[in-house]
């Protein structure tokens, strides 16, 4: 096992789980960070934790916008895994709720990581709205395309018609108040962006199928369940596999350069979802458990991973992160039965 200890943040979320089982899997000690004692059992009770328990240990951080909250959870730390930060739901207030704890809870812990010295790279968890504008991300484009180095321009201001704008916003105020932060401060480790796009894949913390809902693999299961979608959605999505697998590939300071940025993403036409579940689960289809049937129209919107790629290896499909998705609700669904 490597020496290097690694912080990472949002590790009760469906990122940051994921996050943490692949840096235990790929040989680091790592320290989770949570808001609550109660969430340390949680963790430690998942089957993909217990071969590492050894190799884990945790730190809470009741609210990661104080400054000087990380100040003890980094220390003797190498590395960051930094994924922590608020999704949109239902009444959520868009600056407080959102805006705030992605912008301050980013700064906070790069600067309580410039004072400690032990520290050589962060890892951030952005995102692909902050690099995409609002109105593309709502009504396509054919003609843009973006790229690692794209960014929202002019940052979005206030007010925000509801917590999805808001999501957007704070995504795109982190990523920038980070950059800025590495171009005035010059703290002493490097930082790395990923940019990850809408991401599905099995949620090992979510023991019901009903709770398969959750999170983003929502818009996956409420095609699956043939629920009607008014508004169409841009086709890029990612497996959480990925996800995981390059925020962990991204601390590699040899390989990876100072200050990159990576979009997580593939293309995909939604309108295929029907046949490949037809394929995947014919069984599930014939008996109503998948009872898909028209499916929510694909807004068209291109992405360059190249560079992505070539640091990091090809990206998983479509087809599979339905395959993870459909296959963990069939296996709860038969559980409750």
């Not at 609210?63 to 003890?72: K, L, S, Y």
């Not at 930060?85 to 812990?109: C, F, M």
């Not at 916003?169 to 930082?191: M, N, T, Y």
């Not at 995909?268 to 499916?295: C, H, N, Q």
């Given at each position: 096992?490597?020496?290097?200890?690694?912080?990472?943040?949002?590790?009760?979320?469906?990122?940051?789980?994921?996050?943490?089982?692949?840096?235990?899997?790929?040989?680091?000690?790592?320290?989770?960070?949570?808001?609550?004692?109660?969430?340390?059992?949680?963790?430690?009770?998942?089957?993909?934790?217990?071969?590492?328990?050894?190799?884990?240990?945790?730190?809470?951080?009741?609210?990661?916008?104080?400054?000087?909250?990380?100040?003890?959870?980094?220390?003797?730390?190498?590395?960051?895994?930094?994924?922590?930060?608020?999704?949109?739901?239902?009444?959520?207030?868009?600056?407080?709720?959102?805006?705030?704890?992605?912008?301050?809870?980013?700064?906070?812990?790069?600067?309580?990581?410039?004072?400690?010295?032990?520290?050589?790279?962060?890892?951030?968890?952005?995102?692909?709205?902050?690099?995409?504008?609002?109105?593309?991300?709502?009504?396509?484009?054919?003609?843009?395309?973006?790229?690692?180095?794209?960014?929202?321009?002019?940052?979005?201001?206030?007010?925000?018609?509801?917590?999805?704008?808001?999501?957007?916003?704070?995504?795109?105020?982190?990523?920038?108040?980070?950059?800025?932060?590495?171009?005035?401060?010059?703290?002493?480790?490097?930082?790395?962006?990923?940019?990850?796009?809408?991401?599905?894949?099995a949620n090992e913390l979510v023991s019901?199928?009903?709770?398969?809902?959750?999170?983003?693999?929502?818009?996956?299961?409420?095609?699956?369940?043939?629920?009607?979608?008014?508004?169409?959605?841009?086709?890029?999505?990612?497996?959480?596999?990925?996800?995981?697998?390059?925020?962990?590939r991204a601390l590699d300071e040899e390989?990876?350069?100072?200050?990159?940025?990576?979009?997580?993403?593939?293309?995909?036409?939604?309108?295929?979802?029907?046949?490949?579940?037809?394929?995947?689960?014919?069984?599930?289809?014939?008996?109503?458990?998948?009872?898909?049937?028209?499916?929510?129209?694909?807004?068209?919107?291109?992405?360059?991973?190249?560079?992505?790629?070539?640091?990091?290896?090809?990206?998983?499909?479509?087809?599979?992160?339905?395959?993870?998705?459909?296959?963990?609700?069939?296996?709860?669904?038969?559980?409750?039965?």
């Open positions: 096992m490597s020496d290097s200890l690694v912080l990472v943040t949002g590790v009760t979320g469906h990122v940051g789980f994921a996050v943490l089982v692949h840096a235990l899997q790929s040989g680091y000690n790592v320290r989770g960070a949570v808001r609550r004692e109660a969430q340390i059992d949680t963790i430690k009770s998942q089957e993909s934790i217990k071969p590492y328990l050894a190799h884990l240990s945790f730190t809470i951080v009741p609210d990661i916008t104080v400054d000087g909250a990380f100040v003890d959870a980094l220390k003797d730390v190498t590395y960051v895994l930094h994924i922590a930060s608020p999704i949109p739901s239902p009444g959520a207030d868009p600056e407080n709720d959102l805006i705030r704890p992605a912008v301050q809870g980013t700064i906070s812990i790069l600067k309580s990581a410039a004072n400690v010295p032990s520290v050589r790279r962060v890892v951030i968890t952005s995102s692909i709205v902050a690099v995409i504008p609002h109105a593309q991300l709502s009504n396509g484009d054919t003609t843009t395309v973006y790229t690692r180095e794209s960014r929202v321009r002019p940052l979005p201001m206030g007010p925000y018609q509801n917590a999805s704008e808001g999501y957007r916003a704070s995504k795109a105020l982190a990523l920038d108040a980070a950059e800025k932060f590495q171009r005035e401060v010059k703290p002493g480790f490097s930082i790395v962006y990923v940019m990850p796009s809408c991401v599905f894949g019901d199928a009903a709770s398969v809902f959750s999170g983003s693999n929502s818009v996956l299961m409420s095609m699956l369940m043939g629920m009607k979608e008014p508004v169409s959605t841009i086709g890029t999505v990612v497996h959480l596999d990925d996800v995981s697998r390059i925020h962990v390989k990876v350069p100072a200050g990159a940025s990576f979009i997580i993403s593939i293309p995909v036409k939604y309108e295929d979802t029907l046949d490949i579940v037809k394929r995947l689960f014919p069984e599930a289809v014939e008996d109503g458990r998948f009872p898909i049937s028209a499916l929510r129209q694909t807004l068209p919107l291109t992405t360059d991973i190249q560079a992505t790629v070539d640091a990091f290896g090809p990206l998983k499909g479509y087809e599979e992160m339905i395959k993870s998705v459909g296959e963990q609700y069939l296996r709860l669904l038969a559980n409750k039965q």
